[in-house]
C-alpha cells in the first residue's frame, strides 16, 4: 500500500559497499558463471541455455557473460502489485520499502491458548486476515503449513486460504507443475482472465536453488512457469554464511549472485520481459546450534550489499525483516525485529519477507506481527525525515506565543501535530497510575489483546461465487473436496 509518510530520499540511509566492491563481486559472479560453472538438472533449463550459447565442461554448465547482459537488458526495473480487487498497492521499484509475512512455519504461537503448537491451515488463513488489517504488512505469504491437508496439496490449500483471507499482494510457494497449473487456475478467475492476470498480477511466486550452485528440476520448473505465462517471480537462493555459502559475506554474496541471475538468465530466454525479483538470503548458519539464524546481524549486513548489487543491474530486490530466533515475545525478539526492520530502511530494500517469524523461522506468532507492525511504522515515521519550509519553521506561531508560555494550544500545533508525531497503536505511554489500574499489561499481553480484537473486527472482502466454485473443482480433482 501506498502509506501516508513516505521516505524522503534525503533520509538516512546507508551503504555498506562501494562501487568498487560491488564490481568486484559482480567480476566474481562471472568468473564463477563461466570458469566453474553451475549444475543444472532440469532439462528444459539445460536445453534454453545451451542453445543460447552455454556449454558443458567436466561435468558442468558454464555460462557467457553476454547472456546475463542481455537477460538484465529485458528484465523489467519495475514489477506493479496489485490486491485481488484490481488495485495498485505495492509497485516493487528500487527506492521503495514494502514487508509482509514468511511462510510454511511448521508451529504457531496460538494466541488463545498462547501455547506452541502444529499449525493448520484456518492458521494460515487467520493470519493472512491479520495481515490484511494491520496497515504497515503490505503482503502476504502463508505463515504456516497447512499440517491438515494431503501431503501433497499442503501448497494449494495454503494459497486458497491466503486469498481468502487477504485481498493484498501475495508471495506464494507451491509443489510442483501441477501444483503451479491449479494456482494459476484459481488466480486466473480471481483476475477475470490470463491477460487480466497479467496486467494486474497480485501473486508472486517464490523458489529457492539449491546452495551452492545447484539447480535441480523442481524449482527450475516454477521461475519456467511463471516466465510461460507472463507472472512475476523470484528465484531466491539461501547461500547461508558457514552453510549453502562461504562463511564470509562476500563469498555467500557471489555465490547467490550467480545462482539468483542463472534464473533470470532462464526466466527471460523463455520470455523477454519477464518480471523477476532479484535476491538472496544470508542468515549466518550458527556454529554453536546449527541453526539459521534468523536474528543474526550478517543477515542485514549482506541484504544491505546484494541491495547495492540489485542497484547496479537496476532490479527491485528481496529481502527480510522483523524475525527472531526468540521463542517468545520477548526483548530479544523486539531487538531483532528493529535491528532488522530498520536495516530494511535503510538499505532501501525493497520487498521484505519473514515478518513475525519466532524461533529461526519454525514458529508464525501473532503477537509478534502485531508487535512488527508498531515497530515498522514507527521506523517509516523516523525514515520521513524533517521537512523544513515555511510552515514546519513556524515563524508565525512562534511570533503569537508569548516568550514562557509554550505552544500547545496554539492553532499551529492543533494543525500539525496529527502529521508531525507519531502515535503509538500498541506500545504504552500512559501514566504509571493509569497503567496500573489498567491492569499492568506487558507488551505482549497487549499484543495478544490486539490481534484478537481485529481477527473479532477485520472482514475480509469474500471470494466471488465462480472462483469459489472452481477451488471446489480443482480440489475434487485432487481428492478432497474441502479446504
Known amino acids: 500500500m501506498y502509506h501516508p509518510i513516505e521516505i524522503s530520499t534525503l533520509t538516512p540511509a546507508i551503504r555498506v559497499l562501494s562501487d568498487e566492491q560491488v564490481r568486484d563481486i559482480h567480476y566474481a559472479t562471472l568468473e564463477i558463471m563461466e570458469n566453474i560453472g553451475i549444475e543444472m538438472q532440469d532439462a528444459q533449463g539445460r536445453e534454453l541455455l545451451l542453445a543460447a550459447g552455454a556449454w558443458e565442461s567436466n561435468g558442468r554448465l558454464k555460462i557467457p557473460e553476454r547472456l546475463l547482459v542481455d537477460a538484465l537488458a529485458k528484465a523489467p526495473s519495475r514489477l506493479p502489485m496489485y490486491n485481488r480487487l484490481g488495485k495498485l498497492t505495492m509497485p516493487l521499484e528500487l527506492g521503495k520499502v514494502f514487508f509482509g509475512t514468511g511462510s510454511d512455519t511448521i508451529f504457531t504461537l496460538d494466541v488463545d491458548s498462547r501455547k506452541r503448537r502444529q499449525s493448520v491451515a484456518q492458521d494460515v488463513e487467520n493470519l493472512a486476515r491479520l495481515g490484511d488489517a494491520l496497515e504497515n504488512i503490505d503482503f502476504i505469504m502463508s505463515m504456516g503449513v497447512a499440517s491438515d491437508a494431503p501431503g501433497a496439496d499442503i501448497y494449494l490449500h495454503e494459497f486458497i486460504r491466503m486469498i481468502r483471507g487477504s485481498v493484498k499482494p501475495n508471495v506464494y510457494t507451491a509443489r510442483d507443475r501441477e501444483d503451479m497449473q ?41 521461475i519456467i512457469f511463471c516466465a510461460e505465462k507472463g507472472i512475476p517471480a523470484a528465484y531466491i537462493p539461501s547461500p547461508n554464511p558457514g552453510g549453502g555459502g562461504p562463511v564470509t559475506l562476500a563469498g555467500a554474496i557471489a555465490v547467490g549472485n550467480v545462482e539468483c541471475l542463472v534464473g533470470l538468465i532462464v526466466a527471460q530466454l523463455v520470455r523477454p520481459g519477464t518480471p523477476f525479483l532479484y535476491g538472496m538470503n544470508t542468515a549466518s548458519l550458527d556454529m554453536k546450534t546449527t541453526i539459521v539464524s534468523y536474528g543474526s546481524p550478517e543477515w542485514s549486513l549482506g541484504m544491505a550489499g546484494w541491495t547495492e548489487l540489485a542497484r547496479f543491474y537496476n532490479l527491485p530486490v528481496w529481502g527480510y525483516a522483523g524475525a527472531t530466533d526468540s521463542k517468545v515475545i520477548d526483548a530479544q525478539a523486539g531487538v531483532e525485529a528493529t535491528f532488522s526492520i530498520y536495516n530494511a530502511f535503510l538499505s532501501r530494500c525493497t520487498l521484505n519477507h519473514d515478518v513475525a517469524y519466532i524461533e529461526y523461522g519454525s514458529t508464525s506468532s501473532m503477537e509478534m506481527l502485531v508487535l512488527s507492525d508498531e515497530i515498522i511504522s514507527m521506523v517509516r515515521r523516523f525514515m520521513a525525515g524533517i521537512p523544513v519550509n515555511r510552515d514546519t519553521l513556524a515563524l508565525d506561531a512562534i511570533q503569537r506565543v508569548s516568550p514562557g508560555s509554550g505552544f500547545l494550544a496554539d492553532d499551529h500545533t492543533m494543525a500539525h501535530f496529527r502529521q508531525h508525531q507519531w502515535a503509538p497503536r500498541l506500545f504504552d505511554r500512559k501514566r504509571y497510575n493509569i497503567w496500573e489500574t489498567a491492569g499492568s499489561k506487558d507488551t505482549f499481553q497487549r499484543a495478544n489483546e490486539l490481534a484478537r480484537s481485529l481477527l473479532a473486527r477485520h472482514q475480509t472482502p469474500p471470494l466471488p461465487e465462480d472462483v469459489e466454485q472452481l477451488i471446489g473443482e480443482i480440489l475434487k480433482k485432487r481428492g478432497k473436496a474441502s479446504a
Open 182 to 222: 491449479d494456482i494459476y487456475e484459481i488466480a486466473v478467475a480471481v483476475a477475470g482472465g490470463e491477460q487480466a492476470l497479467r496486467d494486474k498480477p497480485f501473486l508472486l511466486q517464490y523458489a529457492e536453488p539449491i546452495s551452492p550452485l545447484l539447480f535441480h528440476e523442481e524449482s527450475l520448473q516454477k
